[in-house]
């Protein structure tokens, strides 16, 4: 059912979006010649690597400096790469890859190899079924950007401060995954981004609901500052960046 539902809504929604983008792509390629599409490598289901379509939203060789972890400060977006990520447009070409079975809708955010290299057994599971466009971390976590502002390394920052609680609310996703909780995230998904705190507080009740430990439900409100923690199956909080 949740393989009908993907395809049937990336068809539709792949429809509703092409004159979208078809424009920011235009604009892209003004900026500078080059192609308006960033496909880079993600590691998908069964731990297989695919590419991933986005809007590029930052300089031409922006990989180069392997900073896997953007702050909103962060150089190497452009100024219209500013505005594509404020409203998550760069993320409207993974329809597609909704469409071709390699994502789902809804499912664990996508990681590059270097950090999945770093995985504990446990987040292995992550690898279990389809990566998404969102999931619940994604919502918890729309915010990145500003978390990782002002960070010296944002890939340590990243590991230290984001992984943990990302990875721990993939793995709760998983062992309660069911087509009305898809249906939430999704609804809840769109809400971030008119009114944050109405969907934070939203999400709440759906994972207190499903049973989260109280660690997962002090993070889903983010009402406090997020502190260093091991990524779960691990007891040490990560040091050093994936290479």
Same mark, same amino acid.
């Given at each position: 059912m949740k393989r009908v539902f993907d395809i049937v809504f990336a068809l539709l929604g792949l429809t509703a979006v092409s004159p979208v983008l078809f424009v920011l792509c235009f604009l892209i390629w003004l900026q500078d010649r080059h192609s308006?599409?960033?496909?880079?490598?993600?590691?998908?289901?069964?731990?297989?690597?695919?590419?991933?379509?986005?809007?590029?939203?930052?300089?031409?060789?922006?990989?180069?400096?392997?900073?896997?972890?953007?702050?909103?400060?962060?150089?190497?977006?452009?100024?219209?790469?500013?505005?594509?990520?404020?409203?998550? +447009? &760069?993320? %409207?070409?993974?329809?597609?890859?909704? *469409?071709?079975?390699?994502?789902?809708? =809804?499912?664990?955010?996508?990681?590059v190899e270097r950090e999945t290299r770093l995985y504990s057994r446990e987040e292995k599971r992550l690898f279990s079924v389809r990566p998404g466009i969102t999931d619940i971390a994604s919502i918890v976590f729309a915010d990145l950007g500003a978390t990782l502002e002002g960070k010296s390394d944002p890939n340590i920052a990243y590991n230290q401060i984001v992984r943990p609680y990302k990875s721990r609310l993939g793995l709760f996703y998983i062992d309660h995954a069911s087509l009305w909780l898809d249906l939430q995230l999704l609804w809840l998904t769109a809400l971030n981004a008119i009114n944050r705190r109405a969907? +934070? &507080?939203? %999400?709440?009740?759906?994972?207190?609901? *499903?049973?989260?430990?109280?660690?997962? =439900?002090?993070?889903?409100?983010?009402?406090?500052?997020?502190?260093?923690?091991?990524?779960?199956?691990?007891?040490?909080?990560?040091?050093?960046?994936?290479?």
């Open positions: 308006p599409l960033y496909t880079p490598k993600r590691m998908g289901r069964g731990e297989i690597p695919y590419r991933i379509i986005k809007i590029r939203s930052m300089v031409v060789r922006a990989d180069d400096s392997n900073v896997d972890s953007t702050a909103n400060n962060d150089p190497r977006i452009t100024h219209l790469g500013q505005l594509i990520r404020r409203f998550k +447009l &760069d993320e %409207l070409p993974q329809l597609w890859n909704v *469409l071709t079975g390699e994502m789902s809708f =809804v499912g664990p955010r996508p990681n969907a +934070l &507080d939203r %999400l709440y009740g759906v994972v207190v609901r *499903l049973g989260a430990t109280p660690e997962l =439900v002090k993070v889903v409100r983010r009402s406090e500052a997020l502190e260093p923690a091991p990524p779960p199956g691990m007891t040490e909080i990560v040091t050093t960046r994936g290479n």
